[in-house]
């Protein structure tokens, strides 16, 4: 299981609110997009008993980005003449386990709940056009997988790995030794969350980010807060992928936590592995209380770049470009 994301050279409660809410107000509910909505998971299965090198040279051109992507890169078919892809992609559709899969994607995606998903990707899109004044991508194709990707992102397209979404109490995930944390994660509620993490993640390379602890906390901070800003509805458990009960955690031991990274003097540790403790999914925080989720330093970061963006006057572009994390700590006033 794995997330591709761009670029694919070759994804206090009042001031919760309030700082969720900043620069809303400007954003207008008549801004527009214009996007193209692929089902391609279903387009490729009612073509399921004539996939002919004919139908392959017209899958290339109709959709001459996602289609070599998806072949090549998705679903790990080798480059090959046209013959030899349509045979290769006949035995993929047609094999039981992901026949499986497509017909419990089919069941759970019905057209009603991936047109919300596409409004919702649509949203994102709008929201991202008013702060950057353009539009990053015009395509929005769905696919099966067969768990490879969960998101994928290019300068025109974003695709969406429905069969990561199955829902929790799928058994796939399980079985193929994905972490209970993780596949918790894998509904659709996730989805346009997940979009939008993956387009920040590929115009913001974590690898070059600092390797020291509050580089890295401020890193994920402005990744959450961007969400903020392009999905203004969306619930703070989503965005960071806790459960309510993790985030009341979190919101009523701030203090604690902070304490706890300061008095250990962890916010300038440089050793990966010791502030990955503190950064990375699992089932808690190292060296924590019972009841605390994991990657607490992100959420520590949310909340310092949030009271950064309310006690100054900068623009989401600005946050995003400042690399300065000790100076956004320092002007941010965040005292929890």
Not at 243 to 259: I, P, V, Y
Request: glycine share 4%; proline share 4%; hydrophobic share 35%.
């Amino acid at each position: 299981m794995r997330s591709e994301y761009r670029k694919v050279s070759l994804l206090a409660i009042l001031f919760i609110v309030i700082a969720a809410c900043t620069h809303r107000d400007t954003f207008s509910e008549n801004e527009t997009v214009s996007t193209t909505h692929i089902r391609f998971d279903s387009l490729l299965y009612a073509d399921a008993d004539s996939i002919t090198p004919e139908q392959i040279i017209k899958y290339r051109s109709s959709y001459p980005e996602f289609f070599d992507l998806y072949v090549n890169r998705i679903i790990h078919l080798p480059p090959t003449d046209s013959a030899k892809l349509a045979s290769n992609l006949n035995a993929f559709i047609h094999d039981k386990d992901v026949q499986d899969i497509h017909n419990r994607t089919q069941k759970i995606f019905t057209p009603v709940v991936t047109q919300k998903i596409f409004s919702g990707i649509d949203d994102f899109l709008k929201h991202y056009k008013h702060y950057f004044n353009k539009q990053p991508a015009k395509e929005i194709v769905t696919f099966i997988s067969a768990f490879n990707y969960s998101i994928i992102t290019t300068d025109s397209l974003i695709g969406v790995g429905l069969d990561m979404y199955l829902g929790s109490d799928c058994e796939f995930y399980p079985s193929i030794g994905i972490p209970e944390y993780a596949y918790r994660r894998f509904s659709k509620e996730y989805i346009v969350n997940d979009v939008i993490k993956g387009w920040y993640q590929s115009e913001h390379d974590i690898d070059h980010v600092k390797k020291e602890l509050l580089s890295q906390m401020i890193y994920y901070g402005k990744q959450l807060y961007f969400a903020d800003m392009m999905a203004p509805d969306m619930q703070d458990s989503v965005k960071i992928g806790y459960t309510a009960k993790q985030l009341e955690w979190c919101n009523n031991n701030s203090k604690q936590m902070w304490a706890f990274y300061i008095e250990k003097k962890l916010l300038y540790a440089t050793d990966e592995m010791e502030y990955m403790k503190y950064v990375g999914d699992g089932n808690t925080t190292q060296g924590f209380p019972e009841g605390a989720p994991a990657k607490t330093a992100q959420w520590l970061g949310w909340q310092i770049v949030r009271s950064y963006m309310k006690n100054n006057k900068t623009t989401l572009p600005q946050l995003l470009e400042e690399t300065d994390a000790q100076k956004i700590l320092e002007k941010s006033g965040f005292k929890p």
